[in-house]
């Protein structure tokens, strides 16, 4: 790829972008949502956490995890518990990385 088609391509992304996104900031006033939808749309961050998430902590290589001396479970769940002790997200982050770092650079899991 050229350098004249990397600018091209970025130039491209960058337009989808700012007109996909746009939407939502062009209208003067609040556009009308169902009550419904708002209330879903509430939710829809945490789904979307959730669905990258738990695959990525239960399964290797598109099979369920065999073995509990996975430091991903233990991360998760110290994470868990931090989150449901101090209701922090970058506690939370910190927590399960330094479980899983710590599993993993000690026990070799």
Known sequence: MSAWETVVALVGLAAITVLTRGFFLLPEREVPIPEWLREALRHAPLAALVAVVVPET????????????????????????????????????????????????????
């Open 58 to 109: 239960v399964m290797t290589q598109g099979h369920l995890i065999h073995d509990w001396r996975d430091a991903r479970l233990f991360a998760a769940a110290a994470g868990a518990l931090w989150f449901w002790w101090r209701r922090g997200i970058l506690g939370t982050i910190v927590c399960g990385t330094v479980v899983l770092l710590a599993l993993r650079l000690t026990l070799g899991w």
